[in-house]
């Protein structure tokens, strides 16, 4: 099987090169990430436990889908490749925001991702990939904001800086 390249990027997001993304995430070099953020009319939002088995961060709550684009592929097509992939659906995706993140994890590697956040709304039921999600939750963002306040370490690190950030996205 190959190893999924990741788009490595400048600051200002101009691409630069392609690298397999474990040795990105060896290297600590910037690449090309994003994070999807769904609601439900409620306004509540989708959460994924990420899967026992992921290389980092596995077992704690984040947004509802995330990866690396594909060489070739807009910020959108890669939202919804990824939701249908991880949440097994897709919908409207509109771009709100990136920010450029860098954290170690204690396996060595390090994510170090220029985010493009996107957000939709959905009010189905989720048929998750057992192979990249364990569970999720619809959770109002003031209850987000309180357990996130409360259980810090349940949350991916990426969350923690988009919600504490742009929390009124």
């Not at 099987?1 to 600590?28: S, W």
């Not at 994924?48 to 807009?74: F, I, M, V």
């Not at 249908?84 to 409207?92: A, D, I, K, P, R």
């Not at 189905?124 to 259980?151: A, F, H, Q, T």
Request: charged share 30%; net charge negative.
């Amino acid at each position: 099987m190959i190893e999924e390249q990741v788009i490595l990027v400048d600051k200002d997001d101009k691409q630069i090169g392609l690298m397999p993304k474990m040795e990105a995430h060896e290297k600590a070099l910037l690449h090309r990430a994003f994070s999807v953020f769904i609601f439900n009319d409620q306004g509540e939002l989708l959460l994924q436990q990420r899967a026992a088995e992921k290389y980092h961060s596995p077992l704690e709550w984040t947004n509802t889908c995330c990866s690396h684009q594909r060489d070739g592929e807009t910020n959108i097509e890669a939202g919804k490749r990824r939701l249908q992939e991880e949440m097994g659906f897709t919908t409207e995706l509109t771009e709100a925001f990136s920010f450029i993140y860098k954290a170690p994890f204690d396996n060595g590697l390090t994510e170090h991702e220029l985010d493009h956040v996107m957000i939709g709304k959905f009010n189905g039921i989720p048929k998750i990939n057992p192979d990249e999600v364990e569970s999720y939750k619809w959770m109002s963002l003031e209850d987000v904001k309180v357990d996130i306040k409360l259980n810090a370490s349940k949350y991916t690190v990426w969350f923690r800086i988009i919600f504490d950030k742009y929390y009124n996205f």
